[in-house]
T-cell receptor
Framework: ETGVTQSPTHLIKTRGQQVTLRCSSQ?????VSWYQQALGQGPQFIFQ???????GRGNFPPRFSGLQFPNYSSELNVNALELDDSALYLC???????????????FGEGSRLTVL | QKEVEQNSGPLSVPEGAIASLNCTYS??????FFWYRQYSGKSPELIMF????GDKEDGRFTAQLNKASQYVSLLIRDSQPSDSATYLC????????????FGTGTRLLVSP
């Protein structure tokens, strides 16, 4: 049990719609990262949040946005969905302030998004 | 050129054999290296991390790092059918709290 929970686990949207994915980080973790994993590919970094601010962003357009709340939970929002957005969206939490932190990411089980 | 390259496999080994998984990376500034295991339909699970050149052993797993050659490997001794999964190599900065760049993964099949 990783302690990172994501919702919903599966969802289907149509092109042009908007989606919000949610993540509750593991207790004690203050950093949340989001990754997109297309079928047959490795996870790709979308962005990271620390202290409610975006702290690094991958090569994703502005229609991918996020939030981190005071309790360290997080949301990923995707506007104007495209077919290529179909993927497994992974949330990962970590403790940025751990003195000897390994940077170990604890992944949730993911939200599988299908865009039709 | 991909930032992190892995052979997609499948790599097939018999039960009890040593499985050798390889990864190369392009960013010479990379400092942290991770191996994740991902079962079909599940999320990645960290099995090893390494920061320094050389070998690091943990149970049946050994990670090997050669920064000069920009090469990371994972050896799995006494492979079990339960080891059958996709193994993802990931590369990061000093702490790993920066973004991780993942390879596409190598699928390992261990036959009984």
């Amino acid at each position: 049990e990783t302690g990172v929970t994501q919702s919903p686990t599966h969802l289907i949207k149509t092109r042009g719609q908007q989606v919000t994915l949610r993540c509750s980080s593991q207790s004690g973790h203050n950093t949340v990262s989001w990754y997109q994993q297309a079928l047959g590919q490795g996870p790709q970094f979308i962005f990271q949040y620390y202290r409610e601010e975006e702290n690094g962003r991958g090569n994703f357009p502005p229609r991918f946005s996020g939030l981190q709340f005071p309790n360290y939970s997080s949301e990923l929002n995707v506007n104007a969905l495209e077919l290529d957005d179909s993927a497994l969206y992974l949330c990962a939490s970590s403790d940025r302030t751990a003195r000897y932190g390994t940077g170990e990411l604890f992944f949730g089980e993911g939200s599988r998004l299908t865009v039709l | 050129q991909k930032e992190v390259e892995q052979n997609s496999g499948p790599l097939s080994v018999p039960e009890g054999a040593i499985a050798s998984l390889n990864c190369t990376y392009s960013d010479r500034g990379s400092q942290s290296f991770f191996w994740y295991r991902q079962y079909s339909g599940k999320s990645p699970e960290l099995i090893m991390f390494i920061y320094s050149n050389g070998d690091k052993e943990d149970g049946r797993f050994t990670a090997q790092l050669n920064k000069a050659s920009q090469y990371v490997s994972l050896l799995i001794r006494d492979s079990q059918p339960s080891d059958s999964a996709t193994y993802l190599c990931a590369v990061g900065g000093w702490t790993g709290f920066q973004k991780l760049v993942f390879g596409t993964g190598t699928r390992l099949l261990v036959s009984p």
